[in-house]
């Protein structure tokens, strides 16, 4: 019965901040100002650090565990091959989203909770603003507008983790490292990556909105919520990551 | 002509009735203070009135126009008409003072030119006696002066009536009474109607024209404040702590 209530409410709250997003889209009102370039920097430019930080060290393991295997088949220069690859569509998205939920997914679900208790939620109704739209409308058109840079970004770093690897343990120059990588990754990859990623960030941002807005009452609903955010969101993203496994390869 | 009238109303969440048949006006210019114990439905109520909680039953007319809780159109027509201040200020901590009073007229009058914002907004801000105020943070206010931002911002688009829930709840006796003040001075000076939630007796005695005391899910007294003292009824002289003073 629970289940089936919160699935009504996540869906009805998914359909409003589309029709919310879309509808300021159309005619720019609704929304503070400035609200979207403030998201922009908090999603994209306070993100940067963590998430390059994150990929280059998963881009240096797995090429360290990946390295030892591949070279006692002298299958050294495989290691871009597989680099490449598990970067670009598997790892970087998963990474990148899963870092977004930390991240961007708690800090939403926090600040609309409080708000919420706070009945700051209730003033913005009554004075004739939608919440929905006020509030989650720059989050949607930030995350999309940030993820393919942060994407982009993350490629980099994760494959240059593969470069140092490679050069270090292997002996393989970056130039031939770089251009096995550019042999094996097409851009449709690139762009799959991209697109999986920002369907992640959809479903984090969504799902944070989705927990803030229907808190418990109480400060104590506040921290349950925001835990909440993030096992939903990290949910949401590996369960969409398994669809698309089913449908791409 | 009344500004609210009420007719057959019931309230309550879910299934859950809280209040039953309610039937009374608000009456123009004049501060209608809403009481009754803990868990008696004035909440319920006033959220009802303000559009944030459907009414289960019953009509609620503004100037003789019935308001449709289910209608965008008329829930945006009746937020144009209000104002609310809230129990907890409910100002948006991210943003200024002056940010958070011009914000309604930034929805609603968006074509409003920057230099007639900004002077509604201080003049609204000279109102409640936080001139030169405008540039703090929610959280760097005291919770009087919250209180006063909050009211300031419920009055920038000069509403037909303003909705106070617990206006004095959560502050000391000196800031309670001088917020009461300014709700009399307000409704004295520009005319405005205030509807009232509180349970707080001092500030009932300080502000309320009428009363509305609700009781057992239903309005045990609807009249003016004065007439409180004369009433026979026992349980609104024992609410008013009117025991000794038999009629």
């Known amino acids: 019965m629970k289940l089936k209530e919160d699935l009504s409410r996540f869906f ?17 009102r609704g929304v503070l ?47 871009a091959d597989l680099i490449g690859l598990a970067m670009i569509q598997e790892l970087v998205p998963l990474m990148t989203g899963i870092m977004l939920a930390g991240k961007i997914g708690a800090s939403i679900t926090a600040e609309i909770a409080t708000m919420k208790v706070m009945d700051e939620i209730d003033a913005l109704r009554t004075m004739g603003v939608v919440p929905e739209k006020f509030l989650m409308a720059p989050r949607l058109i930030a995350i999309t507008l940030v993820v393919p840079l942060l994407v982009a970004m993350a490629d980099t770093v994760g494959v ?44 984090v941002v969504v799902g944070a909105g989705f927990k803030g807005f229907f808190i418990d009452r109480g400060a104590e609903g506040v921290g349950k919520a925001t835990t909440e955010s993030v096992v939903l969101a990290i949910s949401l993203i590996i369960g969409l990551d398994c669809v698309f496994a089913f449908v791409l390869y | 002509m009344d500004h609210i009238r009420v007719v057959n109303l019931d309230v309550g969440y879910g299934d859950e009735t809280v209040l039953r048949n309610l039937n009374f006006v608000i009456p123009p210019g004049m501060i209608t203070v809403v009481v009754g114990e803990s868990g008696s439905g004035k909440s319920t109520l006033l959220k009802a009135l303000i559009g944030l909680n459907r009414p289960l ?35 948006l ?47 760097e206010l005291s919770g009087g002066m ?19 829930d617990e206006p004095s709840a959560g502050l000391d006796p000196l800031t309670a009474s001088g917020l009461d003040e300014l709700l009399r001075t307000l409704q004295g000076s520009h005319g405005m109607t205030f509807v009232a939630v509180t349970h707080e007796l001092r500030s009932i005695g300080r502000i309320a024209d009428r009363v509305l005391l609700l009781q057992g899910g239903g309005i045990r007294f609807d009249g003016d404040f004065k007439d409180v003292a004369g009433s026979g009824d026992e349980y609104l002289r024992s609410f008013f702590l009117l025991k000794d003073e038999a009629p």
């Open chain 1, 33 to 79: 100002p400035g609200a979207v370039v403030q998201q922009l920097f908090v999603m994209g430019y306070k993100s940067f650090p963590i998430v390059a930080l994150i990929t280059f060290l998963v881009g240096i393991t797995i090429s360290l565990t990946s390295a030892a295997q591949l070279e006692m088949f002298g299958a050294d220069i495989y290691l």
């Open chain 1, 160 to 203: 240059a983790g593969g470069v140092i690897v490679a050069r270090v343990a292997l002996g393989i120059p970056p130039g031939v490292f770089l251009r096995e990588v550019f042999t094996v990754v097409t851009l449709g990859d690139f762009l799959t990556g991209i697109l999986k990623t920002l369907v992640f960030g959809w479903a």
């Open chain 2, 57 to 91: 039953a019953g009509q609620v007319f503004w100037g003789g126009e019935r308001i449709d809780y289910d209608s965008e159109h008329s829930l945006a027509a009746l937020y144009r008409r209000i104002g609310v201040l809230y129990q907890n200020s409910a100002l």
């Open chain 2, 146 to 164: 919250r209180k006063r931002a909050a009211l300031a911002r419920a009055m920038v688009l000069e509403p037909e009536i303003v909705f106070c």
């Open chain 2, 93 to 139: 901590n991210s943003l200024t003072l002056y940010e958070n009073i011009a914000l309604p007229i930034r929805i609603h009058r968006h074509s409003t030119p920057r230099s007639d914002e900004s002077a509604r907004v201080h003049e609204v801000l000279g109102m409640v006696g936080l001139r030169g105020a405008d540039g703090k943070y929610p959280f």
């Open chain 1, 12 to 28: 009805s709250l998914l359909a409003d901040e589309i029709y919310a997003t879309g509808q300021y889209l159309r005619n720019r």
